[in-house]
């Protein structure tokens, strides 16, 4: 079977530090992605991990251990502009994504 | 350069009627995804396109559902006929040919909200 899990919701505060972690266990393996939501609008690419490690992006980063299935987004110096979902998905080797249920982060002032 | 558009954005239909959604990929894509978020669920695969060709359809629920692409350019997803259990979001998505040096990321529409009533 394929699973994805990541917590529902986050709070965090202005300027904060965040990490969204996920958990995966899935049939096939090609990379791990990370989108970002807004409400009502189209999810859009933040992060892709394929081999073990940190990746870095200007204030995002996410990390990845194959091993243990995991993978967490590192989001630095929160703003508003970031609450939003942020939806974990796993690339199978027929290229389509298997999503976890996203996790809803509120940033407060 | 346009992204993913979807058409309606939003749809209200009664059980039992048809229903088609739109999706224009971007342009010189030849993979197009077909996805779908239920009430509080995740987003879930449908099918894909490989040019005009359907690479995998496995995930579409029932025979109910219809998807085409010909021409290889936009693609329709067809529900005829519609159940209330088919009330969600539908998300088209669409990258381009696989390329060993690029992330291969998928680029998503805005989805199509279905309520069936």
């Known amino acids: 079977g394929q699973n994805i899990d990541q917590p529902t919701e986050m709070t965090a505060t202005e300027g904060a530090i965040v990490q969204i972690n996920c958990t995966y266990q899935?049939?096939?393996?090609?990379?791990l992605f990370w989108y970002q939501q807004h409400a009502g609008e189209a999810p859009t690419f933040l992060s892709y991990n394929v081999l073990d490690g940190l990746e870095e992006k200007g204030r995002f980063s996410s990390f990845l251990s194959r091993s243990k299935g995991y993978s967490y987004l590192l989001l630095k110096e929160l703003q508003m502009k970031d609450s939003a979902s942020y939806l974990c998905?796993?690339?199978?080797?027929?290229?389509?994504?298997?999503f976890g249920p996203g996790t809803r982060l509120s940033v407060l002032p | 350069e346009a992204g993913v558009t979807q058409f309606p954005s939003h749809s209200v239909i009664e059980k039992g009627q048809t229903v088609t959604l739109r999706c224009d990929p971007i342009s010189g894509h030849d993979n197009l995804y077909w996805y779908r978020r239920v009430m509080g669920k995740e987003i879930k695969f449908l099918l894909h396109?490989?040019?005009?060709?359907?690479?995998?359809e496995s995930g579409m629920p029932n025979n109910r559902f219809l998807a085409e692409r010909t021409g290889g350019t936009y693609s329709t997803l067809k529900v005829q006929p519609a159940e209330l259990e088919d009330s969600g979001v539908y998300f088209c998505?669409?990258?381009?040919?696989?390329?060993?040096?690029?992330?291969?990321?998928?680029?998503f529409g805005p989805g199509t909200r279905l309520t069936v009533l």
């Open positions: 396109f490989v040019k005009e060709s359907k690479q995998d």
């Open positions: 998905a796993v690339r199978n080797y027929g290229q389509n994504f298997v």
């Open positions: 998505a669409s990258s381009p040919a696989r390329d060993r040096l690029s992330y291969n990321e998928q680029f």
């Open positions: 899935t049939s096939g393996f090609n990379g």
